[in-house]
């Protein structure tokens, strides 16, 4: 390391912000002031979490890991994991910068940065300057897309994620885009639309009962990734924006603030407003 070097400046004393950019990946700053414990969060896209301020305990049925200031974890895709936020004890506060990268990103690395079977669901990563300053950029490419081009931008992540090779850590892919996950590019762009299954076959090229074949043929169903589309939208907008909880609800295709509530509450384990508090 080049001590002569500034440091990396991050703004970790902002509030919440969200962006992202489609077939590319996004980014998410969370800012809480208490406790949270959060079940069942899947993550349908690999997702690198920086931890800012306070402590981040990361558990499946594996077991349960714990990561402080300062700290990397990386998260393959496919995973779901309960999640625990805890403010510092200093400040008060637990403060978090997440990078999510869309599949098709991944795909366009070299052979080496992947593998369709990884080992690990999630890892802590050594921190250092290089991987410090490209999630800088990363971040930077997000927050300011009209500055960028989409090349760029694809750099970018693109360098993230190999800054994460080079720590043998195999982001987890398949060769081609699976059904469940063509769906899931389908629903997100619109997770507000009163979707039905034919309707979503229609767009994919296939028909409905080809979808839903398809669909069991992977563990899944049509239901089950709009149900995870429209929770894990919701859970992003809440954690990074500051949009009313009924905005929020009519966003994700919700018929009412109360019903949104209630299915929130039923997978995550707390309700917007708690999550928020």
């Known amino acids: 390391m080049d001590d002569s070097l500034p440091p990396i400046a991050f703004d970790t004393a902002a509030g919440p912000a969200l962006a ?5 990946g996004g980014y998410l700053r969370i800012s809480v002031r208490r406790q949270q414990r959060i079940g069942a969060v899947h993550f349908s ?6 931890v800012d301020a306070g402590r981040k305990t990361l558990s499946s049925h594996y077991g349960s890991q714990s990561f402080g200031d300062d700290s990397y974890i990386i998260v393959n895709a496919g995973e779901t994991l ?31 940065a992947h593998a369709p079977t990884p080992p690990r669901a999630f890892a802590g990563l050594l921190p250092g300057r290089g991987l410090d300053a490209a999630v ?28 994460i090779a080079t720590q043998g850590f195999q982001l987890r892919v398949g060769r081609h885009a699976a059904v469940d996950e063509q769906l899931r590019g389908i629903l997100s762009a619109s997770p507000d639309h009163s979707w039905t299954s034919a309707q979503a076959a229609e767009a994919l090229h296939m028909s409905e009962a080809t979808l839903r074949r398809r669909l069991r043929a992977v ?25 009313p909880i009924t905005q929020i609800a009519a966003r994700c295709g919700y018929a009412s603030a109360s019903k949104f509530s209630a299915r929130f509450r039923h997978h995550y384990g707390l309700s917007p407003s708690e999550l928020r508090d």
């Open 20 to 24: 992202g950019a489609a077939g590319i």
């Open 45 to 50: 896209d690999a997702c690198l979490i920086r």
């Open 82 to 112: 309960d999640l625990d936020n805890t403010p510092a004890p200093d400040s008060g506060v637990y403060r978090a910068s997440c990078l999510s990268f869309d599949a098709a990103l991944i795909r366009a690395l070299p052979n080496s």
């Open 136 to 163: 800088e950029h990363a971040i930077q490419g997000l927050l300011q897309p009209e500055q960028f081009s989409e090349a760029l931008l694809r750099h970018r992540l693109g360098e993230v994620l190999l800054a």
């Open 219 to 243: 563990g899944s169903s049509f239901r089950s990734q709009l149900d995870q589309v429209r929770l894990g939208v919701a859970l992003a907008l809440l954690q990074g924006s500051r949009e």
